[in-house]
């Protein structure tokens, strides 16, 4: 705008002399700074500035303090974001709206009186046999907002199913030796879980050391991440009086107005991933509308230019979502809204709304589309412009999973999602050609990718790939499918490895190859143990593949490891240094081992029959999830099982 001079009016306007207007200018511009200054020691000043700086959507500022060592440290144990020290924001664009689509009242009407089959005696004396499912229509409430319960009836999926989830006779195996392992495993359980009940009850994790609990930041102010995630647990295992316990928490005190923010991928592994098996395993309504009820809360965080969701999201209804402050520039990670397929098409599929899966089928699309450096998937992506923001690729921490979801969301469709199946055995030989390696002593294993520069580095995240690459064997190429099995089991004992080359026996959070190291850490700061699960997870998914009773005995060696060195007075902790065998404690039971550690070293003491991989995936926190068979789901002929095992 240009200002004129008007005629007769004195160039000092307002009858001010010059000198007066500067001291009252100096006045003005001092109050605005002091205001501006003032918002930033207010007790709630991040809220505030989100509040000012959220109104953008196509520039996302970071607001946080996510400075290039946070990023570092962060990136160490990216995983467990427990203190998102920086936040990038941006609002969602409108707060999202479900097709709300006919409502009918649930038709399920199964009494699925679940009987605990007998484990042997002393199993018998430890537990209460497994509840009457109740007619669940009944209690149900239709707590998931703009869900429907018209199509999906619990007893046909049930009559899906090739074979009785928990087996003939619980998975119990015929031989003595392998039972009492078994059984060993049962007790670490009911260990951990009995110390977490006395006393973290209601929170998230057990601090072992201090005998009190951990609420974290992770999950936007929800509690019991334990609890969810032991559900199926205590179930599969026959500790039914716990479970039972749980279940009542989870009807009583499972709060989900929670207005707090979480990280999408933890809450949707850990919680809709645990509500979902809880209810597919027992067929409890509680558990299904609490899982759609959660995971419409989750829908917010897709609310971005490209539908790619943010890291962060408040689980209130302002259906706000930012991005982590230490991920480069705003962007969101592989790993997390790569994590997130099988859920959200469970929950289409119980809600018979198809937005969930319309919502990771746009993750899906846009993935197959971009151009990808050598074949390869970096781990940071724009939310924003749908591009990658960094040429960093990893098998491990912030990619992980998202290869893990393409082979089992095609597993999980019963074979019929095409573009999964494309997208991870292309995505496999990438990472072949570019990051499998072989270490002067002949180990496989997997290095990182820095925009060609290889890190000769692999993490203990990584090892999950073992059991990865092993489910997906079967499905390969014809002349590739021996070479898949091998390739799975060098990985499954380039881990082994890593564990029998340290004091303790348990695996350091990442291992390297070079500077004349063979799996072992160099650096201190990669030394620590936190009762993570994947190499366990690949013993186990060995085992079921190759039966090689090695996989047994390597899982035995870890249960007396951790007998050893983790399990404290009051539960188990992670330890700092496992090349030391005067441990430090790190006084925190992480709730995955009670979800997947210990289930996984359960099912390979287990005969194959409990939960067999020919009907159940397991999502990324080892809570099952039923393969979808449509066209038996759909078929009018179909016979709605009675449910017992
Ligand atoms: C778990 O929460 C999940 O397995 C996730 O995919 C990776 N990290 C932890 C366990 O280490």
Redesign the pocket.
């Known amino acids: 705008m240009v200002f004129r001079k008007l005629p007769g009016v004195s160039a000092s306007g307002m009858g001010l002399r010059l000198s007066q207007k500067f001291v009252f200018l100096l006045f003005l511009s001092g109050l605005v700074t002091l205001c501006f200054g003032a918002l930033f020691f207010l007790p709630d000043s991040v809220r505030l500035k989100r509040i000012f700086l959220s109104k953008t959507e196509t520039q996302p500022v970071t607001v946080g303090s996510g400075s290039e060592n946070d990023a570092r440290e962060l990136l160490k144990r990216p ?2 974001p427990e203190h998102p020290r920086g936040i990038t924001s941006a609002k969602g664009e409108t707060s999202t709206k479900l097709k709300t689509l006919s409502r009918k009242q649930a038709v399920v009407s199964h009494e699925a009186t679940e009987e605990r089959l007998a484990g042997g005696k002393a199993q018998e004396d430890l537990t209460l046999p497994r509840s009457k499912t109740e007619s669940s229509s009944d209690r149900a409430t239709s707590s998931g907002r703009g869900a429907t319960t018209d199509t999906f009836t619990y007893t046909k999926f049930r009559g899906c199913l090739l074979k009785p989830p928990l087996g003939r006779d619980n998975g119990k195996p015929s031989d003595p030796q392998t039972n009492e392992r078994r059984d060993k495993v049962k007790e670490m359980m009911k260990f951990a879980w009995d110390n977490y009940k006395r006393y973290a009850w209601g929170k998230n994790e057990l601090r072992p050391l201090t005998r009190n609990g951990h609420i974290g930041n992770m999950f936007g102010g929800l509690r019991g991440a334990s609890i969810i995630d032991s559900l199926d647990t205590l179930y599969i295992m026959g500790l039914m009086e716990e479970y039972n316990d749980a279940k009542e928490w989870v009807q009583t005190s499972l709060d989900l107005n929670s207005n707090g923010e979480a990280s999408l991928f ?1 809450v949707n ?2 919680y809709v991933g645990g509500l979902l098996s809880a209810y597919y395993l027992t067929g409890e309504e509680l558990f299904k509308s609490k899982a759609l009820e959660l995971g419409e809360k989750l829908l917010p965080a897709f609310n971005t230019p490209t539908g790619i969701p943010r890291g962060v999201i408040n689980l209130g209804s302002s259906g706000t979502s930012w991005s982590w402050g230490w991920a480069s520039a705003g962007s969101s990670i592989l ?1 997390e809204f790569g ?1 997130l397929h099988l859920e959200f098409v469970h929950l289409s599929e119980l809600s018979n709304n198809p937005i969930y899966t319309e919502k990771v089928m746009n993750i899906r699309k846009l993935l197959n589309k971009i151009e990808k450096p050598h074949g390869l998937y970096p781990n940071f992506l724009s939310p924003v412009s749908g591009n990658w923001v960094q040429h960093h690729v990893s098998i491990g ?1 912030l990619g ?2 998202f290869y ?1 979801y393409l082979i089992k969301s095609f597993l999980m469709s019963d074979k019929t999602d095409e573009d999964a199946k494309k997208m991870y055995y292309s995505a496999l030989e990438a990472i072949e050609a570019n990051l499998v390696q072989k270490s002067p002593g002949g180990l496989t294993y997997m290095a990182e990718w820095r925009g060609g520069i290889l890190d000769h580095k692999m993490g ?2 990584a090892c ?1 790939s073992g059991g990865m690459i092993g489910i997906g064997a079967d499905d390969g190429a014809l002349e590739k499918r021996q070479h898949y099995l091998d390739l799975a089991a060098e990985i499954t004992h380039t881990c082994h490895e890593s564990y029998t080359r340290s004091a303790t026996k348990l695996g350091p959070e990442a291992f390297r190859f070079d500077g004349g190291a063979e799996a072992t850490a160099t650096r201190l700061s990669d030394r620590y143990y ?1 009762l ?3 190499v366990i ?1 690949s013993y186990m998914y060995m085992w079921r593949l190759t039966h090689d009773p090695k996989y047994r005995e390597w899982g035995w060696e870890a249960v007396e490891a951790l007998e050893q060195h983790c399990r404290v007075e009051s539960g188990f902790s992670g330890i700092r240094d496992v090349y030391t065998m005067t441990v430090s404690h790190d006084n925190m039971q ?1 709730s ?1 081992f009670l ?2 550690t210990l289930k996984y070293l359960y099912l390979l003491f287990s005969d194959d029959d409990l939960l067999p991989l020919e009907d159940w995936v397991f999502n ?3 809570h099952p999830l039923p393969i979808i068979r449509k066209s038996c789901l759909q078929d009018e002929t179909t016979q709605e099982k009675t449910v017992s095992e």
């Open positions: 995983k467990d933890e592994i850990r790993a994590t921490g992980d999973s893990e203990h995240l999950f936190i993570r699960p994947e997870e992480q995955f979800s997947e990324t926190e080892a």
